[in-house]
């Protein structure tokens, strides 16, 4: 039959469709009893949890609970009479699917499954995990129901997902012990109302009828209009009961009770307590000793010094709380703990603690424990993920689309950097983008013409556009679309996310503008270089001779900034240039927002002898490769350093103003006293006009006006080397202005104002 069978499943070997052919066993009436598994994807089996080699050829019955026979009816009908059929089905998981089937061969079925969801999900509720017996439960006025459960509860109570979410939904206390449904109700309505997790132990009923112990612990998922929905876990705890309970009885015919002990799996210890005495330890098994590393001998006398030495110092106050609290109750103690073993290693123990009182005033204590160190790691896996994902959305500006394309209905979530999340649903989304007020009226058509390009042409497609979604301007956003397609291969879905991209698109622009105004200006530079402190490379390097790039430059940027640092003659020089140029420097430095470095020294320049220099680093992180780059420029200031020392000569002096203008622009620059109060930028123009306001309007003054203009001055500087002005002061008595052209500065105007003394002889000279 597999030959046969063999042309049917070839085809779906690899594919991404789940796909089951499955031969239909009858009772020899033509009734559907059993089904036998002949074929199974990988699809398949991770959508049903199974694993292939498991259930091939195989019968249903024997891998899962049988399903109702209303389910396998659309099946037995396909496969005696060559229709087709589609009809539901929820696997023990919780999955719900649309099963279609047809007739390969006669008896022989196929089966194309498609996932339509959890069985009655609820929106933001965890997942049940499938290690565990999990339960969602929804504790109203109307009683408690299962809303969902997983394969392993059903396992532990032997029915099916569906018998437990049709028939005992609306009536979970059917699935209890009657003698045990009040105390469990009365735990659930408590931490429904003090917003805690339930823990309660009840006797659950299979389906055979018989009972087994289990402990329930519910964590309140959400609690609204009286109705509160648990999360529960139910560990099965009747071995552990029932072996407690042999222990005890066991402990009168010590002989035999210590065989037993030492064969069980579960560690087991039996103290006396008595008030005002230490414990006593009256027996404990192997795998006790084991769990915690320690001989029999040892363990027995930590367990009579101190039994807390176990638990670490911020556990052990909260523990033993509890243990006293259960001990006044009259009630075991169940809790999944931190322990250190002998060796100090820390491993999770799930421990159950009872206490029995004894007629002389002692107490009976049997301690159960099992390593439960690998689910404590998985629980923390978990929230670690969880923590990770919140991680990855925090302070993040994004959007989340869902568009059908059919309604042409899109589900949109959006984050805010601040971590808030908005969710709204919009009917006819491609139809409403042509007037979307939130869309920049020239990205209107192009986000448009993006999704229909998506719906088109199958794959990813990214666009760029602008919105003001929170009101505060318009910002870039990127989108991204991905299609989703149905079993004929049509796209009935679109997924997409857009992300806000404005600041990375303003740093790209910086960073290219960065880079183009280094290469102009490198050709005015003593010397430069573009250093890649990433990758340690030096991506570019100029100077004025070759002698001197070879002498500051290298291939590398630590050997670059190393060589330009050894150009300095003087040593503390060096230093100061290696604490702030140092590839380390430079990366703390933009680490803590700071992108302009500037440092003034001297360096040996070769046939340039040695040079004042100015030594500038502009810090940008490249948008392509994402590395940190430092553009560096050596500028000479020769001529710098020369004016700067004329002009502090004159200062020093007893003139009364001492500035320098510009001559293509026009700004001032003030030296000595008067430097205090001239604005910064200020203009020839604006300085004149401001002194003539001082003086009283005259024939004289309009004279002046004429004169004290940056053209006239230059005008006279063309047939003499200095021009000289007679400026009545504002006070009273003269001021004597003196122009000239500095020759070691082309471009610059020298000014200088003296006060005439009052007998009309000048000042000296200096």
Not at 156 to 176: D, I, N, P, T
Not at 513 to 523: E, G, N, T, V, W
Request: hydrophobic share 40%; proline share 6%.
């Amino acid at each position: 039959m597999a030959k046969h069978l063999d042309k049917f499943s070839r085809p779906f070997q690899n594919s991404p469709i789940p796909f089951v052919l499955a031969e239909a066993l009858t009772n020899g009436t033509g009734d559907i009893v059993d089904l036998v598994c002949r074929f199974l994807n990988p699809a398949a089996a991770a959508l049903l949890q199974l694993a292939p080699e498991e259930v091939q050829d195989r019968r249903l019955s024997q891998c899962a609970p049988l399903p109702a026979a209303g389910v396998l009816a659309p099946v037995q009908a396909v496969a005696f009479s060559g229709s087709s059929a589609s009809f539901p089905y929820v696997t023990a998981a919780g999955q719900a699917l649309s099963v279609t089937c047809y007739q390969v061969m006669y008896g022989i079925v196929a089966l194309l499954l498609d996932p339509q969801g959890s069985a009655e999900p609820a929106q933001g509720e965890p997942s049940l995990p499938d290690a565990l017996p999990c339960a969602s439960l929804e504790l109203s006025r109307e009683g408690l129901r299962c809303r969902a459960c997983n394969r392993q509860l059903c396992q532990l109570s032997g029915r099916s997902q569906k018998v437990l979410l049709e028939q005992q939904g609306s009536r979970f206390s059917a699935l209890v012990e009657p003698a045990d449904w009040p105390a469990l109700l009365q735990e659930l309505l408590d931490a429904a109302r003090e917003r805690r997790t339930a823990d309660q132990d009840f006797r659950l009923l299979r389906a055979d009828g018989s009972p087994v112990w289990v402990s329930l612990r519910a964590e309140v998922v959400s609690s609204r209009r009286g109705i509160t929905v648990f999360r529960a876990v139910l560990w099965d705890i009747d071995r552990l009961r029932r072996e407690g309970l042999a222990l005890r009885k066991a402990l009168s015919q010590q002989e035999a009770a210590g065989r037993m002990l030492d064969q069980m799996p579960v560690g087991l210890c039996l103290l006396r307590s008595q008030p005002g005495r230490a414990l006593t330890v009256l027996r404990m098994n192997r795998e006790f000793s084991r769990l915690l590393e320690l001989s029999p001998d040892q363990l027995e006398q930590r367990l009579q010094a101190d039994p807390g030495s176990f638990l670490p110092p911020a556990d052990r106050e909260e523990l033993l709380s509890a243990a006293v609290r259960a001990r006044a109750g009259r009630s075991p103690l169940r809790r999944v703990c931190r322990v250190l073993s002998g060796s100090g290693q820390e491993r999770f123990f799930s421990l159950h603690i009872a206490w029995e009182p004894q007629a002389d005033g002692s107490s009976m204590v049997s301690i159960a424990c099992v390593d439960a160190s690998q689910d404590a790691a998985d629980q923390a896996e978990h929230r670690a993920r969880a923590q990770m994902c919140d991680l990855l959305l925090e302070h993040t500006s994004l959007l989340t689309l869902d568009y059908d394309p059919v309604q042409d209905l899109a589900q949109i979530q959006r984050y805010s950097p601040s971590g808030r999340r908005t969710s709204r649903t919009v009917s006819g989304y491609l139809k409403s983008l042509s007037t979307a007020a939130y869309l920049h009226p020239e990205d209107r058509r192009r986000l448009a013409g993006a999704i229909r390009r998506a719906l088109t042409h199958p794959g990813t497609i990214s666009s760029s556009y602008r919105a003001d979604y929170e009101g505060t301007g318009w910002r870039r956003y990127r989108v991204s679309w991905m299609s989703l397609f149905d079993e004929q291969g049509d796209i009935r879905r679109l997924l997409g996310k857009a992300e806000d991209v404005t600041s990375l698109q303003a740093a790209a622009e910086h960073f290219r503008q960065l880079a183009a105004q280094h290469r102009k200006q490198a050709r005015t530079c003593l010397a430069a270089a573009r250093l890649d402190l990433t990758a340690d490379q030096t991506l570019d390097a100029r100077a004025a001779s070759r002698s001197l790039l070879r002498a500051l430059f290298d291939r590398t940027a630590g050997a670059c900034l190393q060589q330009m640092a050894a150009a300095l003659p003087d040593p503390e020089e060096q230093q100061r240039f290696a604490a702030l140029f140092s590839p380390e420097a430079l990366c703390s430095a933009f680490a803590a927002g700071t992108f302009q470095l500037s440092l003034e020294h001297r360096v040996e320049a070769g046939k340039y002898g040695i040079l004042p220099v100015q030594t500038s680093a502009e810090l940008a992180e490249n948008p392509d490769t994402l590395h940190l780059e430092a553009f560096f420029q050596l500028r000479d200031r020769s001529a710098h350093h020369l004016r700067s020392a004329l002009l502090d000569a004159l200062a020093s002096q007893d003139y009364a103003l001492v500035l320098t203008a510009d001559i293509a622009a026009g700004v001032c620059c003030a030296w000595g006293a008067a430097a205090e109060h001239l604005p910064e930028n200020t203009t020839f123009r604006s300085l004149a006009a401001w002194y003539l306001r001082q003086l009283p309007p005259t024939s004289e003054r309009a004279a002046l006006r004429k004169a004290l203009t940056l053209a006239q001055i230059l005008t006279r500087l063309e047939t003499a080397p200095t021009a000289e002005l007679e400026l009545p002061a504002p006070e009273g008595g003269t001021y004597r202005l003196r122009c000239s052209l500095l020759e070691e500065m082309p471009g610059v105007l020298l000014v200088t104002c003296r006060q005439v003394p009052s007998d009309g002889t000048p000042a000296p000279q200096a």
